[in-house]
């Protein structure tokens, strides 16, 4: 059971309740913070104005509340306005789970009350319906407010329903705490992809006799990167050191691999400490805390976390162009000494030919996910919000490009498995993956030229199981064998 600080939190503790469906609860010190910052807050209301306690918000924070008390519930039942499909339980709990993380940091002054029934709804499970529509990337009103309503017992079926006062109504729903969550759920499930991509190059390149002199030492010093360097070791790791390479240098999607696939390995740790941060940070506008003070801000922004999500999926699109290199490259009986296309020997057999051009299709999707979301401009509110991040868009596109670039994967897989075969060859140090690979299809190879989307959806599922044995069964825990049916845009 995951215990929650406002300090802590890990991609696997938010892993934990959205997948494995585990409780939380929080510290001690937890609750103590949270009794004294609502303490705090109401101190110094009755001295000062305070903005969405005292005042009106957005365009409205001029105007001083006449009764703040009675305000905060039409307050949350305006900002619950949204549109589109329900998101999945999955992405609910990641949101419920670092909101929770969020409140228990100093500097929100919300009623204890509120924190308990946040926690309660995680363990019974029972969660509000929010929409995919109405977040902009300064806090996502409508999915806190819809949650809010909930524990208020306005709409569904909450045990202990909890009254929202003065200070609580903006101070719940300023989080981005949705769009954090949906980053944990795309940046664990690149990171297993990712790791799982030098175990499917390393096929590729016993298949054509690489030299594995673009993974030596020496290449570590080239591009001193930490990403560069964690490939080459991997690479060093799978490949076998007595075979004589069949050329001096590689075609550049094994050549370069280390440079290329090393930066997403690098913008992968980005993003992770970039979520992790702001999910652990006071980021509610205003900060109202014994320790810092009072401070109207603009701690809601989250351009950080835009500028490290489109930098993720634009290193996701490049390591797929080079997986597709490798697809290709595969095709070539000048590489394999087999048939064009892995192919049965038949006169224009096609062979793998279609494998390469669905590996295309999904490249270009990635493509287009890599668009910034961080380019759009917005003016709302009367003109006194004159900016947004968008990290919500971000954040959705790194979720949705989680299955493009599997099926890149796949197709690799599918392709560099159905090469080593046909050569009938088993390289030592890939023995290991072989054998999960075996289990999965019988280890039997079919090269007559046939409908191969089956082949294609098994590896899907095998790329996962890569992952795990490349990570040493380190891998995060919670992710599904098979491809998800709760993704971005499924109902609960």
């Not at 109202?288 to 950080?304: E, I, K, N, P």
Request: glycine fraction near 8%; proline fraction near 5%.
């Amino acid at each position: 059971m995951p215990e929650l600080d406002g300090s802590h939190l890990s991609l696997d503790d938010v892993l934990a309740v959205a997948r494995r469906r585990e409780p939380v609860r929080l510290s001690r010190e937890a609750r103590d913070r949270i009794a004294a910052s609502h303490a705090f807050a109401a101190d110094v209301a009755a001295s000062r104005p305070i903005y969405g306690r005292s005042t009106g918000v957005g365009a409205n924070r001029d105007l001083v509340l006449p009764d703040p008390d009675s305000q905060a519930l039409l307050l949350l039942r305006s900002h619950a306005t949204s549109s589109g499909p329900l998101r999945s339980a999955e992405r609910v709990r990641a949101m419920l789970t670092v909101r929770l993380n969020q409140l228990a940091a100093d500097g929100n002054g919300v009623d204890p009350a509120i924190v308990d029934a946040l926690v309660e709804m995680t363990a019974s499970d029972d969660l509000p319906p929010v929409r995919e529509g109405g977040s902009i990337g300064t806090a996502d009103l409508a999915a806190l407010a819809t949650t809010a309503l909930v524990l208020a017992g306005e709409t569904g079926t909450a045990q202990h329903p909890v009254r929202f006062g003065a200070g609580d109504a903006l101070t719940f729903m300023s989080s981005n705490a949705a769009v954090l969550g949906d980053s944990v759920l795309a940046i664990a499930d690149l990171t297993r992809l990712a790791t799982a991509v030098p175990v499917v190059a390393a096929m590729g390149f016993a298949a054509v006799r690489g030299n594995p002199e673009a993974f030596s030492p020496a290449v570590e010093a080239a591009s001193p990167f930490p990403g560069v360097a964690q490939v080459c070791r991997a690479m060093r790791g799978l490949l076998d050191d007595h075979e004589r390479p069949a050329r001096i240098q590689d075609p550049f999607g094994l050549r370069t691999l280390p440079q290329v696939h090393g930066a997403l390995v690098d913008a992968l740790d980005r993003a992770a400490s970039v979520t992790l941060a702001m999910a652990g940070a006071p980021s509610e506008n205003p900060i109202v805390s014994a320790r810092l003070g009072v401070a109207h801000h603009g701690g809601f922004h989250a351009a950080y976390l835009v500028q490290a999500l489109d930098a993720l999926v634009l290193a996701l699109a490049q390591s797929a162009q080079l997986s597709l290199a490798r697809v290709t490259m595969l095709a070539e009986p000048s590489y394999t000494g087999l048939h064009p296309f892995l192919g049965d020997g038949t006169p224009a057999a096609s062979g793998m030919m279609i494998v390469e051009y669905s590996a295309a299709s999904a490249l270009a999707e990635l493509r287009a996910m890599a668009t910034p979301a961080g380019m759009q401009v917005v003016t709302l509110s009367r003109g006194v919000e004159e900016d947004a991040s968008f990290a919500t868009l971000a954040a959705h596109q790194a979720l949705e490009a989680v299955e493009r670039y599997r099926a890149v994967l796949a197709a690799e897989l599918v392709t560099a498995l159905r090469c080593l075969r046909m050569q009938g060859r088993r390289p030592a140090r890939l023995e290991q993956v072989l054998a999960v690979l075996d289990e999965a299809d019988g280890g039997v190879v079919d090269v007559e030229d046939r409908d191969l989307t089956n082949d294609l959806l098994l590896a899907e599922g095998s790329v996962w199981r890569l992952g795990e044995v490349a990570a040493g069964g380190r891998g995060f825990a919670g992710h599904p064998a098979k491809p998800r049916e709760n993704g971005v845009n499924s109902g609960r």
